[in-house]
């Protein structure tokens, strides 16, 4: 990934763009009005009867000031209720018309701007962005031919195998109801007796527990459609599809202990992340990928690939990139621009259909209903940010806050008086036609018994983990299900995981105060790659170095490290005891971005250790000292100036992997971008 390509200093323009110009409003160095437009004189005081007397309800102005932040707020999403959102394109690598009909896909080269939305699931609106989650990304592509919202999760199974099983995972996944607690977590007894009695949600919570539940950015998120869809192309031909994000970036996470404590330090760790780098012009980008698998495929494999629960291994499905999304452009109000926005897997293109996936069936039938009660109105597709480019016609009028003026007195179809227009068109003019699916069975309540493999895959992902990987998921078990109170559901869940390993489960057995598990685990040795983080690709580019720094810096030496990392793209924030500058030994200044007060070693992915001399010299060397502990002890990368050798000694007890020294190497700057690009050292102690 070179610079050029990770950077890029201005957005282009887009049409999705310059249709939401049309509504957005500068406030600035303008006068005050009512909402109806009339001036304001004065807005600190209510009308009273005098200066002490009593307020008049004549007073109209104050009521349409209070009454509308009254009813500022609306209901928040049930779940996914904490987000935000970017702005961005996307440009597709090569013509797919192939296999889709898809316009938006039909040469490469073609762009489309689009909308998208991160967030978490479990918690409330006001949670934190670090919570050991599953993570979804909605994207709202504006085409030619509509809509089309791909909505993915950060791993590439679900908790359920049917739609009707959602509101029961999501009931004892959120906070309890008796007392609301806890908050932004599944770790409590409803949650993991939930997972012991519902075998096909262990799946997905072994995701969630291993590294891939707690991000270091969503610049950073893998995503899967989960779902299964169909591609459709001219000729009526369908193909099985899913769908993934790859981010350039490669694939990231926080240890558990940094994700817990960011969470307390600065709960919207992840917003400014994505913001900052898109300030900075260093745009994410995510490679859009599918997996396609022919119609007569469709009993090849040994899972089914209607199974949500399931994944498709990118070893016997390559996954085929044919395109890029590039965020390049952050919102400027996160109410109209986030909150209103509105997501469904229904909205699709002529090419894009639905296969028989129970839980995309059941989807297609929740999100307009949840969004219309959320948002208040079944107008909300008139939204600026949910509007489509291309316009649209048809026959529905009123309701709650109806934009449109829709000037034809006829609204029905099958008319005389209008000509029978708004007139449908035929699939070869561009109308939408569902693929012509072949449907057999008797109507019944019941699932395929070929959804009924609980644990081969989840033995595979364990396979497939790296032992850092799998300590990591270990210890997430163990502090999840070490808050359980209940010794019976505590058990339950080590009696099932001994179906994924056997030695998993009796590590977590041991922790948690129960008897290790009787049985074994599925005789499965198979293991991919691809499931491991271990394999994403590494940069150290948007990686953020934390510089402690004193008076009385090598200002040559500084300067040069600090210009080699920023001409690699590392975000560099100088730290010190006081906001203002540091003055080197020569001269040298150096504007401070933060101070041991305000940041805290867990904010930055690496650390360029300077020192130098302070007003309270006790108290900087005891911070300079503690940020190199945190940063040590969770194996991030670690610069030491010559001028800063004293805070770091070797002994018998560390080896100091992944700390570059500058004293006597002239190769310091490389060495150290290098590290930083490796991210962690494991290998540490």
């Given at each position: ?150 909505t993915t999760i950060a791993m590439p199974v679900l908790i359920n195998q049917d739609a009707m099983k959602f509101p029961d995972a999501m009931h004892a996944y959120q906070s309890k109801q008796d007392d609301d607690i806890p908050t932004a977590t599944g770790a409590h007894d409803h949650f993991w007796d939930y997972v012991a009695n519902n075998p096909e949600s262990l799946h997905m919570v072994t995701w969630i527990m291993s590294d891939r539940g707690i991000l270091r950015s969503y610049r950073m998120m893998e995503s899967w459609s989960i779902n299964t869809y169909l591609f459709v192309n001219e000729q009526g031909k369908a193909t099985f599809m899913r769908y993934v994000w790859k981010p350039v970036l490669g694939v990231h996470s926080l240890t558990q202990d940094e994700a817990i404590k960011i969470g307390g330090i600065d709960p919207d760790f992840h917003r400014k992340d994505l913001r900052e780098a898109i300030d900075k012009g260093f745009y994410p980008e995510y490679e859009l990928g599918v997996q396609l ?393």
């Amino acid at each position: 990934m070179d610079d050029k390509s990770s950077r890029n200093q201005k957005p282009p323009t887009d049409p999705k763009q310059e249709q939401l110009d049309q509504f957005r409003i500068q406030n600035t160095g303008k006068p005050m009005t009512t909402l109806q437009g009339k001036k304001r004189s004065q807005d600190t005081d209510q009308l009273k009867a005098g200066v002490r007397g009593p307020s008049l309800r004549q007073d109209y102005e104050f009521f349409e000031k209070m009454a509308h932040f009254a009813h500022e707020e609306i209901p928040e999403r049930v779940v996914h209720a904490r987000g935000y959102s970017a702005h961005g394109e996307f440009e597709s690598y090569k013509s797919m018309k192939h296999v889709t009909r898809a316009k938006f896909l039909s040469e490469a080269g073609k762009k489309t701007p689009l909308t998208i939305r991160f967030s978490t699931v479990q918690g409330p609106k006001g949670s934190y962005d670090t919570a050991r989650d599953l993570r979804c990304q909605g994207v709202k592509l504006y085409t030619e031919e509509g809509n089309l919202d791909l909505t993915t999760i950060a791993m590439p199974v679900l908790i359920n195998q049917d739609a009707m099983k959602f509101p029961d995972a999501m009931h004892a996944y959120q906070s309890k109801q008796d007392d609301d607690i806890p908050t932004a977590t599944g770790a409590h007894d409803h949650f993991w007796d939930y997972v012991a009695n519902n075998p096909e949600s262990l799946h997905m919570v072994t995701w969630i527990m291993s590294d891939r539940g707690i991000l270091r950015s969503y610049r950073m998120m893998e995503s899967w459609s989960i779902n299964t869809y169909l591609f459709v192309n001219e000729q009526g031909k369908a193909t099985f599809m899913r769908y993934v994000w790859k981010p350039v970036l490669g694939v990231h996470s926080l240890t558990q202990d940094e994700a817990i404590k960011i969470g307390g330090i600065d709960p919207d760790f992840h917003r400014k992340d994505l913001r900052e780098a898109i300030d900075k012009g260093f745009y994410p980008e995510y490679e859009l990928g599918v997996q396609l698998i022919p119609l007569e495929d469709e009993f090849k494999f040994d899972f089914d690939v209607l199974d949500p629960s399931k994944f498709w291994p990118e070893e016997l499905v390559p996954v085929q990139i044919i395109g890029k999304m590039t965020l390049n452009r952050n919102i400027q109000n996160y109410f109209t621009e986030s909150e209103q926005v509105a997501f469904n897997p229904g909205n699709v293109v002529p090419g894009i259909d639905f296969s028989n996936d129970p839980v995309l069936q059941g989807r297609l039938m929740a999100y307009r209903e949840t969004q219309q009660h959320r948002l208040g109105s079944a107008n909300y597709d008139e939204l600026p940010i949910n509007r489509s480019l291309c316009p649209f016609h048809n026959n529905t009028r009123r309701g709650f806050m109806r934009q449109r003026i829709d000037v034809d007195e006829v609204n029905y179809h099958q008319n005389s008086l209008a000509n029978n227009t708004p007139y449908t068109v035929p699939p070869e003019e561009g109308g939408y036609e569902s693929y012509p699916k072949k449907v057999e069975g008797h109507v019944i309540r019941a699932r395929s018994d070929s959804f009924k493999d609980y644990f081969s895959q989840i033995r595979i992902f364990w396979n497939s983990i790296t032992p850092i990987e799998k300590q990591h998921t270990i210890e997430a078990f163990i502090y999840q299900l070490g808050k359980v109170k209940s010794e019976s559901v505590r058990q339950q869940n080590v009696d099932l995981l001994a179906n994924v390993d056997k030695e998993l489960a009796t590590i977590v057995a041991d922790n948690i105060g129960v008897n290790p598990p009787s049985g074994s685990h599925v005789p499965v040795s198979i293991s991919y790659p691809s499931l491991s983080q271990f394999n994403t690709p590494r940069y150290a580019v948007t990686q953020k170095v934390g510089v402690l720094v004193g008076n009385g810096f090598n200002g040559r030496e500084v300067t040069s490290v600090l210009t080699a990392l920023q001409q690699q793209g590392i975000f560099v924030v100088v730290i010190s005891e006081k906001l203002g500058t540091v003055t080197g030994s020569d001269g040298t200044k150096l504007k401070v971005n933060d101070i041991f007060l305000t940041l805290s070693p867990y904010l930055v992915d690496s650390l360029y250790i300077v020192g130098g001399s302070a007003s309270n010299q006790e108290r900087f060397n005891s911070d300079v000292t503690n940020f190199i502990h945190e940063a040590y002890k969770q194996y991030k990368p670690i610069g030491v100036a010559t001028t800063g050798q004293s805070f770091i000694q070797t002994s018998n007890n560390n080896n100091l992997a992944g700390v570059v020294f500058a004293a006597n190497n002239p190769n310091f700057e490389r060495d150290f971008v290098t590290a930083i690009g490796q991210m962690r050292f494991w290998n540490r102690r």
